[in-house]
């Protein structure tokens, strides 16, 4: 993402925050013609900068729903490896290496702790995976 300008930055931050603006509103907020955000739009999705487009749900309206961040340790050189079968696991959110005592922190979400208990298996067994601790997340101070 090194080769995006000050615009492709200031339209992935608005897309971030409502994917759903219309073209219209983006163009009048960035101060550029409907022209230009439709053809960086289309170039940072055919250049893979953008992935996707989804639905962000807020968390809240789902009392089941459950939600973890699990730190993971890894054994040798393996991170690659361990990285490529979590990316399997669509309960994973996100995934991030790290410095310190853990090599990789992951965002869990599920709408169960039956189907919460079956990723953390899963995690674990992942070869390469040496270590793990996780910790539900309760609750959240927006900020």
Excluded: C, K
Excluded at 65 to 88: H, M, N, P, W, Y
Excluded at 103 to 126: E, G, K, P
């Amino acid at each position: 993402m090194s080769d995006l300008d000050d615009l492709d930055r200031r339209l992935l931050a608005a897309l971030r925050a409502d994917a759903r603006e219309s073209v219209a509103s983006l163009s009048r907020r960035l101060n550029v013609t409907r022209a230009t955000v439709t053809s960086r739009i289309d170039r940072l999705v055919s250049n893979g900068t953008v992935l996707g487009f989804s639905v962000r749900i807020r968390e809240d309206r789902d009392p089941s729903f459950i939600r973890a961040i699990a730190f993971v340790e890894v054994e040798g050189r393996s991170t690659d490896a361990v990285i490529s079968q979590l990316r399997g696991l669509p309960e994973i959110h996100e995934l991030h290496t790290t410095n310190g005592a853990w090599d990789l922190v992951a965002d869990i979400r599920t709408d169960s702790l039956s189907n919460f208990d079956r990723v953390l298996a899963r995690m674990r067994n992942v070869e390469g995976v040496v270590n793990s601790e996780t910790s539900l997340l309760l609750s959240s101070a927006l900020l």
